[in-house]
């Protein structure tokens, strides 16, 4: 399984924006994803992380022990190393004054997260929420930048994932409503985007259902239908990202496969949808077949897909998805004549388009 933490981990590290070439020199040195001393996975990141700390770069620090305890917090130093990126981003967002950290409540969990208000008491709101592998300190810098586009913000962790401890389930979801109704006082909750990649995409499309104030969701590779119930897509997923579910859905590796099946959004929950979806696919992913994301844009009208010769999360193709995000960033928070250039200029210099794919039944 180490190889494919090495491979996994090059997609994180470029969306932290961290030295390719320091990456490569730490994954160099490991030569075990066990144990805890030098040539093992949590030793090695952490000691790097250690460095970052004394040389006074909290977030850089934050991002490395993020790292560290990749892809799970399964172990003592594992569990210290998750604990130090809340501490060092912390660290960061008092020095900077980029955000603070508040706590929502569900079913009696106490689940921290990022937040910074918008430019107006009006600005509406988007949520944050990475995958099952990465911590809600890997997105910190975007409570400097969502603000001027327009929006407040909050970063999530995935559930099972960080400091978040509700398993990963359906009913999980809940935690958008309890992010929305913790902040409704300092924005525009009701006016809610969700930018939730890879797993936690599904996640919010399953609240979205439940709670109107989620107006759209813009996922990188997400799990919609098939991915969760067909056994051949099951048996081709890789092993780390079963484990990395195992441990976040509190289930064993055997019980797994029945327990995913019950996250399944069925046709007929894709196809009552009332939200629009902004959906980047990646062609060659490992995990999320074709299939998946191709029927629910036929079932869905709303459902639109850019996708990219890449594997899971497109990570060769991050500037294009970047700015795919700006521009939905942009457009909610009311910077439409901006966000409108953003898009003209991905069509034009990026190539970004969007798949065509033929509905299965009359617009709505």
């Known amino acids: 399984m180490l190889a494919e933490a090495k491979q996994f981990v090059g997609l994180h590290a470029r969306f932290m924006g961290l030295d390719p070439k320091e990456v490569d020199r730490v994954l160099g040195r490991i030569g075990t994803l066990d144990g805890e001393g030098r040539g093992s996975w949590v030793g090695e990141w952490s000691a790097v992380a250690d460095r970052h700390v004394r040389a006074g770069k909290p977030r850089a620090a934050s991002n490395l022990y993020n790292l560290a305890r990749f892809p799970r917090a399964d172990s003592p130093a594992r569990r210290e190393a998750g604990e130090l990126a809340a501490q060092s981003l912390h660290s960061w967002l008092l020095r900077s004054g980029a955000g603070e950290r508040r706590t929502a409540t569900v079913d009696g969990h106490e689940v921290p997260f990022l937040y910074q208000a918008g430019p107006r008491p009006d600005s509406p709101l988007v949520i944050m929420m990475g995958g099952i592998v990465s911590l809600k300190e890997q997105w910190g810098g975007f409570l400097q930048a969502v603000p001027r586009t327009g929006s407040a913000v909050a970063i999530i962790d995935f559930p099972g994932v960080g400091e978040n401890g509700v398993p990963y389930s359906r009913a999980a979801g809940k935690v958008f409503t309890a992010v929305m109704d913790s902040v409704a006082d300092t924005c525009a909750a009701d006016r809610t985007l969700a930018v939730a990649l890879s797993f936690s995409g599904h996640l919010a499309l399953v609240q979205s259902q439940a709670d109107r104030r989620i107006r759209k969701v813009v996922t990188v590779c997400a799990p919609?239908?098939?991915?969760?119930?067909?056994?051949?897509?099951?048996?081709?997923?890789?092993?780390?990202?079963?484990?990395?579910?195992?441990?976040?859905?509190?289930?064993?590796?055997?019980?797994?496969?029945?327990?995913?099946?019950?996250?399944?959004?069925?046709?007929?929950?894709?196809?009552?949808?009332?939200?629009?979806?902004?959906?980047?696919?990646?062609?060659?992913?490992?995990?999320?077949?074709?299939?998946?994301?191709?029927?629910?844009?036929r079932l869905h009208d709303g459902f639109h897909v850019n996708a990219f010769d890449d594997v899971h999360g497109s990570p060769h193709h991050l500037r294009e998805t970047r700015v795919i995000i700006l521009g939905e960033l942009l457009r909610h928070g009311g910077r439409t004549g901006l966000a409108r250039l953003v898009e003209q200029l991905g069509r034009k210099v990026l190539r970004i388009a969007q798949v065509p794919i033929a509905s299965s039944h009359h617009p709505r």
């Open 224 to 297: 919609l239908g098939t991915s969760f119930t067909e056994p051949a897509s099951l048996a081709a997923m890789p092993r780390i990202t079963r484990a990395a579910l195992s441990h976040t859905s509190g289930v064993t590796t055997e019980d797994l496969d029945q327990h995913l099946s019950a996250l399944a959004l069925r046709p007929e929950e894709i196809r009552e949808l009332r939200i629009p979806v902004r959906y980047v696919a990646s062609l060659r992913d490992e995990i999320i077949p074709q299939d998946d994301w191709r029927e629910a844009a």
